[in-house]
């Protein structure tokens, strides 16, 4: 009997001492006295700021009215980050490790730990005194994949049929249809392209049966505006050669340009900048290449282990009673 009020009293012992750990795991998540580990969910009010002190993004409204970087509609909240997931840049992560709640922190991020040095590949120099050709030679067949064809054309076609491009005059007649569909474009000397996704009127100056030529007809004096560009373009002389444009200054800009990728054509960010004499199209990360600097406050932390303890000290005890 004495063995067996032995053996109660050291499984109450257990219950009671696994009562006091859940007891100081929540007090501890009560109290803000927990820390930032892996795994954990934490809301974070934060500035981020370039080393000149410009501020380029942030979670309170008041700093971006005041740097003017504010963007209406835009909810301007915590920032949820889950510790691992790597949701955010790793210097942002790593500097909230070991945080509390309502600490304060300011993180230096070096570009490594940031959005990564700045790749050059990514930069596109085009002066701003550019030439390009008066004339311009395409294939007079193009071969169309036959999914494609059907998508654009329908597929209620046959051989010797003529087909128009979508927002556009040019006309093209079917030759072969298989997998892959040949068309020929309808064009003879003389004849003049306009509208659709030509910039200016072209004419047609040479054809035969591989290729077809045209001429760009522009003026000295004429404003050309480029598909996806921010800027526009005067035209200072036209030879029987050569165009020569002058690509007209505009502040500092973000464009987005269709370029293909892996995945097929995506549009793709690209800040424009004006110098002296070039334009320079830099489709880098705006933010790469740069230290950061950061003023973080921990708002709130979501352990992602509390509820998981608390259940195995449960079944601790379980286990003990039984």
């Known amino acids: 009997?004495?063995?067996?009020?032995?053996?109660?009293?050291?499984?109450?012992?257990?219950v009671a001492l696994a009562g006091i750990l859940i007891g100081i795991l929540?007090?501890?998540?009560?109290?803000?006295?927990?820390?930032?580990?892996?795994?954990?969910?934490?809301?974070?009010?934060?500035?981020?700021?370039?080393?000149?002190?410009?501020?380029?993004?942030?979670?309170?409204?008041?700093?971006a009215v005041s740097a003017g970087?504010?963007?209406?509609?835009?909810?301007?909240?915590?920032?949820?980050?889950?510790?691992?997931?790597?949701?955010?840049?790793?210097?942002?992560?790593?500097?909230?490790?070991?945080?509390?709640?309502?600490?304060?922190?300011?993180?230096?991020?070096?570009?490594?730990?940031?959005?990564?040095?700045?790749?050059p590949t990514k930069i596109d120099v085009v002066p701003q005194l550019d030439d390009i050709s008066a004339t311009?030679?395409?294939?007079?067949?193009?071969?169309?994949?036959?999914?494609?064809?059907?998508?654009?054309?329908?597929?209620?076609?046959?051989?010797?049929?003529?087909?128009t491009v979508p927002d556009s005059p040019i006309n093209l007649t079917i030759i072969e249809i298989a997998d892959i569909v040949k068309l020929s474009y309808d064009m003879e000397v003389g004849d003049m392209v306009e509208g659709g996704q030509t910039l200016w009127l072209d004419e047609v100056i040479e054809v035969n049966s591989s290729h077809i030529v045209i001429r760009?007809?522009?003026?000295?004096?004429?404003?050309?505006?480029?598909?996806?560009?921010?800027?526009?373009?005067?035209?200072?002389?036209?030879?029987?050669?050569?165009?020569?444009?002058?690509?007209?200054?505009?502040?500092?800009?973000?464009?987005?340009?269709t370029k293909q990728t892996?995945?097929?054509?995506?549009?793709?960010?690209v800040q424009v900048h004006f110098n002296e004499?070039?334009?320079?199209?830099?489709?880098?990360h705006f933010l790469a290449g740069k230290t950061l600097t950061f003023e973080v406050k921990v708002v709130a932390i979501e352990k992602a282990n509390t509820e998981l303890v608390s259940t195995e000290l449960v079944s601790t005890e379980m286990v003990s009673i039984e």
């Open 69 to 119: 970087v504010y963007q209406e509609g835009r909810p301007y909240k915590p920032l949820t980050v889950v510790m691992g997931a790597q949701s955010v840049i790793k210097g942002f992560e790593d500097g909230l490790l070991g945080m509390k709640e309502g600490d304060r922190k300011t993180l230096n991020i070096a570009p490594e730990d940031g959005y990564g040095p700045s790749d």
């Open 136 to 163: 311009q030679t395409f294939d007079r067949v193009i071969e169309v994949p036959v999914i494609q064809f059907n998508m654009t054309f329908g597929t209620e076609n046959d051989v010797g049929d003529t087909v």
């Open 262 to 269: 892996m995945f097929g054509p995506q549009q793709v960010p």
């Open 1 to 14: 009997m004495k063995a067996e009020n032995e053996d109660i009293k050291y499984y109450i012992g257990i």
């Open 277 to 284: 004499t070039d334009i320079i199209l830099d489709s880098n």
């Open 26 to 63: 929540f007090i501890t998540s009560m109290d803000g006295s927990a820390v930032v580990e892996i795994g954990d969910t934490v809301q974070v009010d934060y500035t981020g700021k370039l080393p000149d002190g410009t501020v380029f993004d942030t979670s309170d409204p008041e700093v």
């Open 216 to 257: 760009h007809n522009v003026e000295v004096g004429d404003i050309i505006q480029f598909p996806e560009s921010p800027w526009n373009s005067t035209v200072l002389e036209v030879t029987e050669t050569n165009i020569t444009l002058q690509h007209n200054s505009v502040p500092d800009t973000t464009t987005y340009i």
